[in-house]
């Protein structure tokens, strides 16, 4: 993962969720497990490079027992890392039209998240 510099608004907890994504226009989807998340958005490592400010549409299932949630988004950053013959893309991807129920979700899954830390 990377370690540059939180720049972000709002607090992320590493969450492993699973987590599919769509460049809104291309038809082929990738799915991946998320490092962490916030009610700003996510990062996983893609096996493939969406391309920066790609927009995307994204399903995320926070394995709280609720239905996936689905909302669009931009990629905003990707590294690339070359793993023995492969390579993956360590990306953020920036929420862009969260309802306010999904962010409550992820709200209450990073608040639980960091309180354990904490402690």
């Known amino acids: 993962m990377w370690g540059g510099i939180n720049r972000r608004k709002f607090p992320r907890a590493e969450y492993p969720c699973k987590i599919t ?45 609720k239905p996936v949630m689905e909302c669009d988004g931009a990629i905003v950053w990707v590294v690339g890392k070359k793993q023995d013959k492969s390579a993956t893309f360590d990306t953020g991807v920036e929420f862009t039209n969260l309802k306010r129920s999904d962010a409550d979700r992820i709200n209450a899954i990073v608040d639980k998240i960091l309180k354990e830390d904490d402690q």
């Open 21 to 65: 994504v769509k460049r809104k226009d291309h038809p082929d989807s990738l799915t991946a497990q998320t490092e962490n998340i916030g009610i700003g958005g996510i990062c996983a490592m893609l096996p493939k490079d969406l391309g920066i400010f790609a927009p995307v549409e994204i399903q995320l299932d926070l394995l709280d027992k």
